[in-house]
């Protein structure tokens, strides 16, 4: 086949399985949230594998569904530490003393319209409370029971579908360990399917790399939190700071809205015990324990992760982060850099003679430069 063919060929399937995975996208989440599952449990399986019992081996499919029991009951280990926490802060607002949080909160708002009076922000005789209400009113009409209710019931039946479809998904890619790899080869023409193997190959490499690194930086920015807010005296230290540590995955935003819901859970924590004097000061100190750990992971962490890992240019993972939030959202900056991470290696193995592709992807490297996973 020419070359150009091969490119148009190249070119076609990969629209179809850009069109297709887009048209099915819930599929593809299931697709590849159970790749990264499979990824994740391959060395448990192996594991369950080379176990004997007198001679007696454990069964392939035995083990497959050991391993995927292991996954889940991580989870529901990792999820359980939260809960006690979660309750504690619950009973923590169930004890506040509305009475006097009225009064708080109506002096709060009192110095608030006196200062944008003599702002001219609003005129006599406007108060802030009726400005918010009118704000807030077209959504309050929205947010009927019946909505709340059926919006509650269909994200518990969507959960339930997507829990069970993700299992029996994983445990089919962990059971047969090539399965993944067939399925891409479905859309690649013979002639390419040794480039198809490499490319899934480095893939692998970069991307189990990648992960290893979020990892370990996620683990240091929670420890980093709830060491930091537990010597600063913060209440509900441990929560606020898992809580935080695990809202870095997603890239720019997450450390902020993780700093915004610890000094709104350090607020409760002080109105619950009717202290607003101390409100202030220890949201100052969240604040400066945020920004500190943060400053050491950007100094730190991200550079290793990012740069060493993926092989991109700060910039560039800046760039590609800040589109892909643009076109997708949240999810789309946290699932940016693994998917440019794919596309760089594609690129390079099938148009890397284009000399803006080339110089591009000219990092990711070729097979010779990283092994094989």
Not at 215 to 221: D, E, R, S, T
Request: glycine content about 8%.
């Amino acid at each position: 086949m020419k070359p150009s063919r091969k490119l148009l060929a190249g070119l076609f399937s990969a629209t179809l399985l850009i069109i297709l995975a887009w048209f099915f996208s819930d599929i593809t989440w299931y697709i590849l949230i159970s790749a990264v599952l499979s990824f994740i449990g391959a060395p448990v399986v192996s594991f369950f594998d080379r176990l004997k019992f007198r001679g007696w081996s454990v069964p392939h499919g035995i083990s497959t569904l050991m391993a995927l029991l292991f996954i889940f009951l991580l989870l529901v280990v990792i999820f359980s530490l939260f809960v006690p926490l979660i309750v504690t802060e619950a009973r923590v607002i169930s004890s506040i003393d509305i009475q006097r949080l009225n009064e708080a909160m109506s002096q709060f708002s009192t110095s608030i319209e006196s200062w944008l009076l003599s702002m001219k922000l609003i005129e006599p005789g406007q108060q802030i409370d009726d400005l918010l209400l009118a704000q807030l009113e077209p959504f309050m009409g929205m947010a009927t029971f019946g909505n709340i209710f059926k919006n509650i019931v269909g994200f518990a039946s969507s959960l339930l579908m997507g829990v069970f479809s993700i299992l029996f998904i994983t445990f089919f890619f962990l059971k047969d360990d090539r399965l993944f790899m067939r399925i891409i080869l479905l859309f690649a023409d013979e002639s390419s399917e040794r480039r198809v193997y490499g490319i899934i190959d480095r893939v692998k490499h970069l991307l189990s790399r990648y992960f290893q690194g979020i990892c370990i930086q996620l683990g240091i920015m929670m420890l980093l939190l709830s060491l930091g807010l537990y010597l600063m005296g913060i209440p509900n230290a441990l929560l606020i700071g898992v809580f935080g540590g695990l809202l870095n995955i997603i890239p720019y935003i997450g450390p902020i809205i993780g700093m915004v819901t610890g000094i709104i859970l350090t607020a409760l924590g002080y109105v619950a015990l009717a202290d607003y004097t101390l409100i202030m000061p220890a949201a100052i100190k969240v604040v400066a324990v945020f920004l500190v750990a943060n400053l050491i992971d950007n100094i730190l962490s991200q550079p290793l992760i990012y740069s060493n890992s993926v092989k991109a240019h700060p910039l560039e993972i800046f760039l590609v982060i800040i589109m892909a939030g643009t076109m997708a959202g949240i999810v789309g900056m946290i699932l940016a850099i693994p998917a440019y991470t794919v596309i760089r290696i594609v690129g390079s193995e099938f148009l890397g003679e284009f000399p803006v592709i080339g110089k591009l992807t000219r990092k990711s490297g070729g097979c010779d430069e990283i092994p094989p996973g």
